[in-house]
């Protein structure tokens, strides 16, 4: 066979799979510029495809991405986190269309509605997505939860909460504990002053106090 003829046919067959997988879509990172009602979102790529003749195609804004969070139980057990504009995301593209999928109870494969695959429109993204700059630091030993100024660390044997107030609301509440210990300047109960400062008339009886004087 002609070399010449070889390179050409190489160099067309190249060219043809080229665009074919510039279709091909599988992951990306994100930035969000919309916050819609249905739990979807507007995202913008963050990538570029770099062409032969080396210029660079930008992605347009893909809208009505869905957001996916952490779930379990069919939805009985998650954990959310507060989104807004400019945050980054991950896109994943699902490799067969998702349309009866998305309209079912996730329990058994549907069918495809079209022949495309790892196409845009079957994308949903997750906010597990930082730059370099902005990376989340690891804790290589406990579970860290954290939003702004309230920090949960869970230890091994040990459950750490920082926050500037603390609040729980519950129908009843028990505790079982070994001991139990508060440091604080002032401690109320009802609004009544039960802390060191407090007035009591039934006095005190081996160091127990007698009921609080309202």
């Known amino acids: 066979m002609n070399s010449n003829a070889e390179k050409g046919w190489r160099s067309t067959l190249d060219s043809w799979f080229d665009s074919k997988i510039l279709n091909v879509h599988t992951s990306f990172p994100a930035v ?7 739990n979807t979102v507007d995202v913008l790529p963050l990538v570029k495809t770099k062409l032969s003749d080396g210029s660079q195609k930008l992605y347009t804004t893909i809208p009505d991405v869905r957001l996916q969070i952490y779930s379990a139980n069919k939805g009985d057990t998650f954990i959310t986190v507060p989104i807004s504009i400019g945050d980054n995301v991950w896109v994943f593209v699902s490799e067969r269309d998702v349309v009866n999928v998305m309209d079912s109870d996730g329990q058994s494969a549907k069918d495809s509605t079209t022949l495309t695959t790892h196409d845009l429109s079957d994308c949903f993204c997750v906010p597990c997505f930082s730059v370099d700059d902005n990376a989340i630091p690891i804790d290589p030993d406990n579970i860290v939860i954290s ?16 926050t500037n107030n603390y609040k729980v609301v519950a129908d009843s509440a028990e505790f079982e504990v070994d001991s139990f210990n508060v440091t604080s300047s002032s401690f109320t109960h009802n609004g009544t002053d039960v ?15 007698g009921v609080p004087e309202v």
């Open 147 to 162: 939003n702004r100024t309230t920090k949960i660390t869970i230890k091994e044997s040990e459950v750490v909460i920082e």
């Open 32 to 38: 969000i510029e919309a916050i819609n009602d249905n």
């Open 195 to 209: 802390g060191a400062t407090h007035i009591h008339s039934g006095g005190t009886i081996d160091g127990l106090t």
